[in-house]
């Protein structure tokens, strides 16, 4: 009888999702206070975060997560990139791209406008039906 014993390596896995903690996100665009959170195999020791290829956190605690506010960057397309180790120093890397906005203050002023331009239209309508009112009262009375 033959017998043998192999050892089998295996990268980690790593996937992220965004949480939005306190700010605005709208498709690729991204605003105020975020956590990067990750999904990672049991085997993971630690987890290094990047933006634009510069190490912002090396968290040693799973569950492993970091929180950013895009404020403290400039405006524009920027790379999160998370890279994950096992005890083995094998990796696992994800990469996404978000577009770090100022605040929407355009989209916010437009929906404002919607909201009066809205409520004025009522109101001109009320004022009409009930001067409409009055002056049906008027004609049946008179």
């Given at each position: 009888?033959?017998?043998?014993?192999?050892?089998?390596?295996?990268?980690?896995?790593?996937?992220?999702?965004?949480?939005?903690?306190?700010?605005?996100?709208?498709?690729?665009?991204?605003?105020?206070?975020?956590?990067?959170?990750?999904?990672?195999?049991?085997?993971?020791?630690?987890?290094?975060?990047?933006?634009?290829?510069?190490?912002?956190?090396?968290?040693?605690?799973?569950?492993?997560?970091?929180?950013?506010?895009?404020?403290?960057?400039?405006?524009?397309?920027?790379?999160?990139?998370?890279?994950?180790?096992?005890?083995?120093?094998?990796?696992?890397?994800?990469?996404?791209?978000?577009?770090?906005?100022g605040f929407?203050?355009?989209?916010?002023?437009?929906?404002i406008g919607?909201?009066?331009?809205?409520?004025?239209?009522?109101?001109?309508?009320?004022?009409?039906?009930i001067k409409?009112?009055?002056?049906?009262?008027?004609?049946?009375?008179?």
């Amino acid at each position: 009888m033959l017998s043998f014993a192999a050892t089998v390596k295996a990268a980690p896995s790593l996937s992220l999702s965004f949480y939005k903690d306190n700010g605005y996100g709208m498709g690729n665009d991204i605003n105020g206070l975020w956590t990067v959170n990750t999904h990672v195999s049991q085997d993971v020791s630690f987890v290094d975060f990047y933006v634009d290829d510069q190490l912002q956190l090396d968290d040693t605690s799973a569950p492993f997560s970091w929180s950013f506010n895009t404020s403290n960057y400039a405006e524009g397309l920027h790379a999160i990139k998370a890279v994950a180790y096992n005890s083995s120093n094998e990796t696992a890397t994800a990469v996404t791209e978000r577009n770090f906005v100022g605040f929407p203050w355009g989209f916010i002023a437009e929906i404002i406008g919607v909201i009066a331009v809205g409520f004025a239209v009522a109101l001109v309508v009320s004022v009409y039906r009930i001067k409409q009112a009055a002056k049906r009262k008027r004609a049946q009375m008179g």
